[in-house]
Every structure is written in C-alpha cells, then in structure tokens.
C-alpha cells in the first residue's frame, strides 16, 4: 500500500501476543493506561488451552480409564472395554473448545476493541512496527509475547503429510493404527504413553538416551527402565531418511552402535521441542543485541531486550515455557514497561515442572545437576508408601536435595505415582525456604502418599547427622549445626 492509505496507530505500550504471557502482561498495564495495543497473529485462545496443557490432560484422561481396564483384574476386578478413538477425541475438542478455550475468549471479548489489532507484527525500523499491509504501530514501549511453534527437523519433509505436532495432533478425526513418536521430552513421553494405552501401535525415539527434565543418573535411568517396560522406545541415535509409499511414512532410524532400525508407521509425531515465533519479528531493525546462539538477548530477572525499550516474555523467551511462568514473565515485563528505563529485577519462584506420565516426573527446586559438587545430603526412597502399596503403584523414586550445613530444602526429583502432590508440597516448602525439621513438624494422615515424602525427610535427617558426625570428626572446630 501506499504510504497516504497506511494507516498509522500510536500508543505508548504494544504487546505482542494474546496468549497466556501477553494477557497477563495487558492485565498489569491496561490498568495504568489506555494507550495500549495487544497485537494477535491467528486465533485467539492460550497454547496451553489449545494445543497444550488441557487437551493433552484430557487425552491422557481416557488413556488411563483404558489403562484401568487392562489392569484391574490384579484387584479381583475383570472388565473389558472398547476404545472408541472417534468418541476420544470428539469429546476431547468439546471439553477443550467449550470450556477452556471458551473461557479464554471470554476474557478477550470484554477487552475494548481499540486495545486489540489482529495481524501479523514485524519490526520495520526502531519503535515502529508493520502489522499485515496496512497498518504501522508506533510505540514507545514494546513487549514481545508472541510464543513459539513446533520444531520439525528437514528429515520429515518427505513424508510431511504424515506429521503431527502438538499443534495439529488434537484435530484428528480418529485414532491412527500406529504412531512414530520423535523426542523424549514432556510433550512425546506424555502423547506417547496415552496413544499407547488407547491402542495405538506407538514407538517412541530419542536422541540423547535420556528421560529430560530429570538430571541425577540414577532417575533418569530408572525413568527409562520404567517406560521402556511399558512402551517400544529407541532412547538415543536420529533419523537419518524418511520416505512414503502405499504402506505409509517410513523412518529409518541409526543407533549409536551404528545399527539401523526401519519401521512404517501410519502417522510421525514429531515432539523435539518448540521455536519461538521471535525470529519472524524483523528484531534486526531495532537495534537489539543477539546471542551466539543468534536469539535475542535478555535478562531473565526483568525480562528486558539489552538497554531497548523491549521485552520479552512467555514462550517467547524460550526460559522457562510453563504455564505459570509464562503468566508471572508478562506480569514481570509489564511491570518493567511501566518502570522503563528503571526496571527493577525480580526474584523468580523456585522452578516447577511436572510430567503427567504414568509414573509422574517432577522436579522443583535446585536438580541434582545444579547442586552437584556442593555440600548437599540427598534423602532417597522407593516410590512405596502404604498408599502407593494399595494403589499397586509403587514404581519410581523420590530424591530430596538438603543443604547439609542448613538442613534447608533446595530441591527434588521424583519419579512415581501422584507425584505432582509430593512436588506442590515441595514447591511450597522451597518457597519459604523450609528446613527438612519444619516441614517434618507438619502432621500426615495414614495412609496417604504424603507419608512418602515424611520418610525421604527423615532420611535427609539422618544422612545430614550422618555428615555433621564426619565433619566434626575431620575437624577441630564443632559445626553451627546438631
């Protein structure tokens, strides 16, 4: 268009992004002032409302009633089912579109139109943004929440009919008859077990050998030994050629001892990780400073792009892509936009993930790999707690980090059954920087799985009288600690 019929908007803020970074940073800053542009590329609604957190919980959902099945005659109960995959997943974008995505645009419908402009956003000069053909937004203050896509590796370009993200893997229509899962991380692990266990011919591949996210040996070991009882899984090497005929997408598969493994499948979920949507901005022409790794550099503590008035937040960052910390880093960075040029760091919540497979992974806090070398007593134990006895889910481990000189809890990894509630109670006792002696003060009902984490506590306790006995021992002087 010509620059007479470009039409030009002026705010002070423009937010990048409607989803769950960019609406927490518009909440912050909408309240201080009206001059402000939240700017959405495609439909509106959350990653983790669409394509993430709630429909892949509701695919996992009924994967474990049909897991049930198989598995009930061990309590003296026999029962059969039928997987209907069509029912699955209808109910699963049902569930999704009408109350999780619903409630999200909900939310974006009572925000005043001239706060939203729909649109693809590219930087074309310093403060000034082109969004589509036809419009330009001049802005003082910029945040960039505009979240990331899955990343497909070149190798799958012959077969890309057959591919499925986590973008694309909820619009099926029905159930495939076998799946090829690429990655080990939370999203291949969490589809590839509930595909699994819906009947799906599933086989997962990695690259590394290890279960991500758990960083001590002996999880992440156990981690694999588990799943790989349960599902077909190559743990390390890559894909080296795909190609398609009448039979489907075919992978052909190089270990690290050379030996190649080739299997047809009829669909590839390709899970290696998410790209953020930061490198389709033009940041080139706003003066920011990159990385060797060519991302754009920012510090994660006020989330501000180099000495520019940018930001960065969510997804985006690609820092920490979970749900509640893509919400607290648009809070974070609208906070620092109203601060501008005087942001003022902020002292991050102690880091939470969890995998919901089954057994759960959980790690919270300081791992294993970070504390590794420092003075730290591990409390550790089987997953097999009375209640996990009753549940016959006494598979995984528990491992709690202390500080052996404080007693204080840095950190955990668990491996197990419920282990998202072991992982919460953690969190919580980690955030007020909680001795294993305070917590232990807490009362535990029985039998609950709560008494699991009693136990990894007092023996933390003990290893930790263990260590001060030596100490002292090797020492002339009497530690400040009993």
């Not at 999780?100 to 419908?109: D, H």
């Not at 039979?247 to 493994?261: D, L, M, S």
Request: one cysteine or more.
């Amino acid at each position: 268009m010509s620059e007479s019929t470009m039409k030009t908007i002026n705010v002070e803020y423009a937010i990048i992004g409607a989803g769950t970074s960019g609406l927490g940073a518009y909440s912050k800053i909408s309240r201080k002032t009206d001059s402000v542009l939240m700017i959405q590329d495609g439909p509106y609604g959350t990653t983790c409302a669409r394509v993430g957190c709630m429909p892949s919980k509701l695919l996992i959902t009924a994967s474990d009633y049909a897991h049930h099945l198989t598995t009930s005659e061990f309590f003296g109960v026999t029962s059969e089912g039928h997987v209907d995959g069509r029912k699955v997943l209808e109910r699963l974008r049902r569930e999704r579109d009408q109350r999780f995505v619903a409630n999200n645009l909900r939310y974006v419908g009572k925000i005043p139109p001239h706060h939203k402009l729909e649109g693809r956003a590219r930087f074309i000069a310093p403060g000034l943004l082109r969004v589509g053909e036809s419009v330009e937004v001049k802005a003082e203050k910029f945040i960039l929440a505009c979240g990331s896509r899955p990343a497909v590796s070149e190798v799958f370009e012959p077969v890309m009919d057959h591919v499925l993200t986590s973008d694309t893997v909820f619009e099926l229509e029905d159930l495939p008859r076998s799946v090829a899962v690429i990655g080990m991380g939370v999203i291949a692990l969490e589809l590839g077990q509930a595909l699994h266990r819906l009947g799906v011919d599933t086989t997962i591949y990695g690259r590394s050998g290890k279960i991500n996210a758990l960083t001590h040996p002996d999880m992440q070991q156990e981690a694999l030994d588990i799943l790989s009882a349960e599902l077909d899984i190559y743990p390390s090497g890559q894909v080296v050629r795909t190609w398609k005929d009448a039979e489907g997408a075919w992978i052909e598969f190089e270990q690290p001892n050379g030996q190649r493994v080739t299997k047809v499948f009829d669909r590839i979920l390709v899970a290696t990780g998410r790209i953020s949507n930061v490198d389709q901005l033009g940041m080139e022409h706003t003066g920011a400073e990159f990385t060797e790794a060519g991302k754009v550099a920012f510090d994660p503590q006020t989330m501000l792009c180099s000495d520019s008035p940018i930001f960065i937040a969510g997804d985006a960052s690609e820092y920490l892509p979970v749900w509640h910390e893509a919400f607290d880093e648009g809070r974070i960075a609208a906070d620092n936009a109203l601060n501008y040029p005087d942001p003022v760091p902020v002292d991050r919540r102690p880091p939470l993930m969890v995998f919901f497979t089954d057994p759960q992974i959980a790690i919270i806090g300081q791992s294993f790999r970070e504390l590794e070398g420092m003075e730290i007593v591990i409390g550790e134990l089987p997953f097999a707690s009375p209640r996990h006895v009753v549940w016959n889910k006494v598979e995984g481990r528990i491992q709690v980090y202390l500080d052996a000189r404080t007693g204080v809890i840095l950190g955990a990894e668990l491996l197990g059954y419920q282990a998202e509630h072991l992982a919460h109670l953690l969190a919580l006792a980690i955030t007020h920087s909680m001795t294993a002696e305070q917590v232990l003060m807490m009362p535990v009902y029985h039998p609950s799985a709560e008494e699991l984490l009693r136990d990894v506590l007092i023996d933390a306790r003990e290893k930790r009288r263990v260590y001060a006995a030596e100490t002292m021992m090797h020492s002339n002087t009497v530690p400040a600690y009993s």
